[in-house]
């Protein structure tokens, strides 16, 4: 088992930034590749970004290319989601996840969820 705790959302203005926490316990965390999701009210969940397990490789969707950055600090059993340039759609809840070994971009293919946090971005 693997458990994850996400921290650091809140509120801010557009044109503001962001860093999420993903706080892991239980399994080697460092042999699992971690995605980040987000949900906005009414929508799917959808994919952000991943990060390798070894951190050497991330990947993102395409609205966040150029603004979000996943990182990850195995040492401290923690990822992170850097956010800058935030927009009024970037509101949503965000999740991490982790995936044994490889990221993917599909929500069913990780094993393991954190409860997400919630991010606003005013106008």
């Known amino acids: 088992q693997v458990q994850l705790v996400e921290s650091g959302g809140g509120l801010v203005q557009a044109g503001g930034s962001l860093r999420l926490s993903c706080a892991a316990s239980g399994r080697t965390f460092s042999r699992y590749a971690m995605g980040w999701f987000r949900q906005a009210p009414g929508k799917e969940r959808e994919f952000v970004g991943a990060?390798?397990?070894?951190?050497?490789?991330?990947w993102y969707a395409d609205f966040a290319k150029g603004r979000f950055t996943i990182s990850r600090d195995n040492a401290k059993n923690t990822g992170y989601l850097q956010m800058n340039s935030l927009k009024p759609k970037d509101t949503a809840v965000y999740y991490c996840?982790?995936?044994?070994?490889?990221?993917?971009?599909?929500?069913?293919?990780?094993?393991?969820w954190g409860q997400g946090t919630q991010v606003t971005v005013s106008s």
């Open positions: 996840a982790a995936r044994y070994y490889s990221g993917s971009r599909d929500t069913t293919e990780y094993d393991y």
């Open positions: 990060i390798r397990w070894s951190g050497g490789s991330t």
